[in-house]
């Protein structure tokens, strides 16, 4: 009785390894899943990466931008302060046509 037992289940267990042999795989089965892999972890991850680099970005052409200003601004009113300047009044200059002027 045991003999006829493991005969069977012997039986059984090659019929079911040919069964399993015999089918034929999905082709798109595996495209499936890597596209819903892909869909779910790889998209999000750089969609994120994206916007923070951008935000970085952003931010450090502002911060640019600002510091640049200030630059600029106060070489402008340094260089605008003269120490030394002249104020001449002009109703005291003498009038060029008497130099110009023919007799």
Known sequence: MEKYKKINEEKLLESFIEMEKSTEPNPYLVSKIMNRLEREYTLPKNKK??????TIAMAAGVALAIAMGVT??????????????????????ENLNIYISEE
Do not use: E, H
Request: hydrophobic content about 30%; proline content about 0%; cysteine-free.
């Open 49 to 54: 990466r994206t916007f923070a680099l951008q």
């Open 72 to 93: 600029i601004g106060n070489n402008y009113t340094q260089n605008r302060q003269y120490s030394n300047a002249i104020t001449v009044n002009d109703s005291q200059i």
